[in-house]
């Protein structure tokens, strides 16, 4: 195919449509980007909604890919590992790693879209347009309908393809599903739980009221609360509450003395350092958290969904936008292959992606009830420790199944998660049946969870689970 021929329209210019855009641009291709919201480095459109976000190596995979590496440095903060709180102000750093050059950064969504938004704008070949919904797409004859929100017009743009990165809602699967002209299945499931926006807000002189470089959690077995930090000396903070179940949910914090009473009882700590909770609980939405699943992903060659029109997921991995950047790298690894079409090209992307969506959508879910629950759990802190000190021991010889997502870019996250839980299983097992302990020689338990975890991933091959 040749780029200087293809018009590309991107639906959505988010953290995954800035991305494509900028990698399409840089290749060669005419790209416009159509986007609904206001142009977010002019108005704020946080909505107190996620305004940071987990970025770890394969994110960065995509922007070394893109040549921006550096200037998205600058907008992180490393985060080491878990500071765990207790209901009595007691803490305890859990690292991410045993090997220290491996962290994961804390970063403002708002500023990473910015940045990605500029770099793809230096491109004479990219155009992107604010303010323009998309209502629906006529995915047979490759054409989208907008409505300018200015104008109230609605209008009609072509191209050779279109690629919605338009998020969880996507008007082009809506057209997808609603089209009835191929088979497509789709499936949103969502948690009992909700998340609600607080914040840490930063001291007089703009230092931190708490440790900087961690992923503050405060698990307390149904519910959680998360606290990462952001360049400005604040904290966005996030509560993970069921809707309807426990003494505390969503649904019977109605007044700020109940909302007190729940922050006094459950995260003292935490609200000594919260005196604008009350205005922030009452000011942010309540939001919901769900998983999308559909297949396929494209049709006919002319459109293909990526990101998380495609796949989204919950957020307990911190691979969401993660994930949607290593989209853009496999998509582009699959450009590389010059295909000689369209439908050839979106074919080989969906084949070799979809397996490692699912799974980490999967994984999303087990990291949920790892950091509410477990994390607290004195098995689990014995894992925990063995797993610290075999990756400190023997850096190039193991890595957890956390490692293994997060910092292992090199492989899928099909491979992560089966190995990852062969592992966990392997050295769970051993502990509670106490053969081995945190007090055992290193290299021996090394070779006793090698040993069991092949055989625990030949018994899921036998039975056809990998």
Known sequence: MNNKKQNI????????????????????????????????????????????????????KAMKLTNIEDKVKELCIPMNGRMLHDKEGNTFLSNYSGRDHEYINS?????????????????????????????????????????????????VEDADCIIATDGAGSALRNSYYLGKKFLFSFSQ?????????????????????????????????????????????????????????????????????????????????ALALMPNL????????????????????????????????????????????????????????ILDQNLESWEATFKAYEKGRKKDTDAIADLAIDNFHEMKDHVANPIFQEKRKIEMALEKEFPNDYSSKYSLVTFNETISYREAMLRGRAQDKAILNMLADGIISVDDDLNTILEKVKNETEAILEDDRIAGLS
């Open 9 to 60: 329209l991107i639906i959505g210019a988010g953290l995954c449509g800035s991305l494509l855009a900028l990698r399409l641009g840089q290749r060669g291709y005419n790209v416009n980007v159509y986007e609904m919201r206001p142009d977010l480095r002019k108005t704020d459109i946080s909505a107190g909604r996620s305004i940071n976000l987990a970025l770890s190596d394969r994110g960065f």
């Open 107 to 155: 970063v403002s969504r708002g500023e990473l879209n910015g940045l990605l938004l500029t770099e793809a704008e230096k491109h004479e070949n990219v155009t992107i347009h604010f303010n323009k919904e998309c209502k629906s797409v006529d995915f047979e004859n490759t054409t989208a309908l907008f409505r300018d929100f200015n104008t109230k017009d609605e209008f």
């Open 189 to 269: 499931d969502y948690l009992n739980h909700g998340y609600k926006e607080l914040s840490f807000l930063p001291t007089e002189d703009g230092g931190y009221k708490t440790y900087k470089n961690a992923l503050h959690i405060w698990p307390r077995r149904s519910f959680m609360l998360i606290a990462l930090p952001n360049l400005d000396g604040s904290f966005t903070v996030t509560l993970f509450l069921s809707y309807d179940e426990g003494e505390y949910n969503f649904n019977n914090l109605t007044t700020p003395e109940i909302v007190t009473e729940f922050f006094e009882k459950e995260f003292p700590d």
């Open 278 to 333: 009350v205005d922030d609980f009452f000011t942010n939405p309540t939001s919901s958290l769900g998983t999308v699943k559909c297949s396929p992903w494209h049709y006919k060659g002319n459109t293909l969904l990526m990101g998380d029109s495609a796949h989204a997921i919950v957020p307990f991995y911190g691979q969401g936008m993660n994930a949607a950047f290593e989209d853009v790298v496999e998509f582009d690894n």
